[in-house]
């Protein structure tokens, strides 16, 4: 996991106060920060990271390497990230190239994104800007993928986000580098745990109870990104939550999917992956948007009705 705060994407955000501070915050509302969460491949890059410059640096065909891992994991009952995380470097060794941490990083500036996927975060903080009519709104952007951390660190698009939850390698001196942290489908939603309660370091547990009024972004204030199966489980725990989620596709195919998961009510909504301004996508979310503002402006005043008749 890997911490960062976004240069101008938080709109009239307050940093944190010392305790006596805080315990004077509370006289105020507080639940006004929005996260929009996004898987990365098939989200934001239309094909697996490791794609665009890991497998062809060691010279194997994407496809195949694939069906590979997809048929090992299968044959011995394995873990399929697990798999493909140790098959990455089985098979960087093989053809006798070394890729460490900071080759990771580097493949990162190859990964191709969506159409508008760069503009997007100023484009979607505007909006926010614009249309809240309260005042302290912050939005954040986090990652939470079954994908590279490293590789996602060297993207051009890392900088933007808050958090980025993503599996990650150990690497020590002469030996193969081993997982560090493997995100399965269903353990993506530990880290939306995390951010509804406000726990992002790592090394701190989750599973203490806490009342949902003292959960600093609450599922309402959410919006998860996904594309596919290995975002149900992400997508289903947001919605029953009350939060929202969008499935996106390839634009001009792979609507099939994204279908499905609509008639299912997985999602509230689902778009091409086009992040541009005026498309359907961009037109959708500030519509999840719109109610989510307006959500945390009822809860203000509901806030604030609540302290007059104390």
Wanted: with cysteine.
């Amino acid at each position: 996991m890997i911490e960062r705060v976004a240069d101008g994407d938080d709109v009239g955000e307050v940093a944190e106060a010392k305790p006596r501070e805080r315990a004077k915050a509370k006289a105020a509302f507080d639940k006004k920060t929005i996260a929009l969460v996004y898987d990365f491949d098939g989200t934001l890059s239309p094909r697996p990271m490791q794609d665009y410059a890991f497998l062809p640096q060691i010279g194997v065909d994407p496809a195949q390497f694939w069906k590979e891992s997809n048929a090992i994991a299968r044959r011995e009952g394995a873990d399929g990230l697990i798999t493909y995380m140790r098959l990455l470097y089985k098979k960087a060794k093989a053809a006798n190239v070394r890729i460490d941490r900071a080759d990771l990083v580097a493949q990162g500036k190859r990964v191709e994104l969506f159409p508008g996927v760069e503009e997007w975060f100023d484009a979607i903080g505007k909006y926010v800007k614009l249309r809240a009519e309260t005042h302290g709104i912050a939005l954040r952007h986090y990652v939470v993928s079954a994908g590279l951390t490293e590789i996602i660190e060297g993207t051009r698009i890392f900088k933007r986000f808050h958090n980025v939850f993503a599996s990650e390698f150990w690497f020590e001196a002469y030996e193969l580098p081993f997982p560090k942290r493997v995100i399965t489908d269903t353990g993506k939603t530990q880290y939306l745990f995390r951010i509804n309660k406000g726990i992002e370091d790592l090394r701190v547990g989750i599973n203490e109870h806490m009342d949902e009024a003292a959960r600093p972004i609450p599922f309402a204030n959410m919006i998860y990104f996904g594309d596919g199966d290995t975002d149900v489980p992400s997508m289903a725990v947001m919605r029953k939550n009350g939060g929202h989620a969008v499935a996106v596709h390839p634009p001009g195919k792979g609507k099939k999917k994204c279908v499905e998961l609509f008639k299912a009510g997985r999602c509230d909504f689902f778009a091409p992956a086009d992040y541009r301004r005026g498309s359907e996508l961009f037109k959708r979310t500030c519509l999840l948007l719109d109610r989510v503002l307006a959500d945390i402006r009822v809860q203000e005043e509901v806030w604030r009705l609540g302290r007059e008749v104390r």
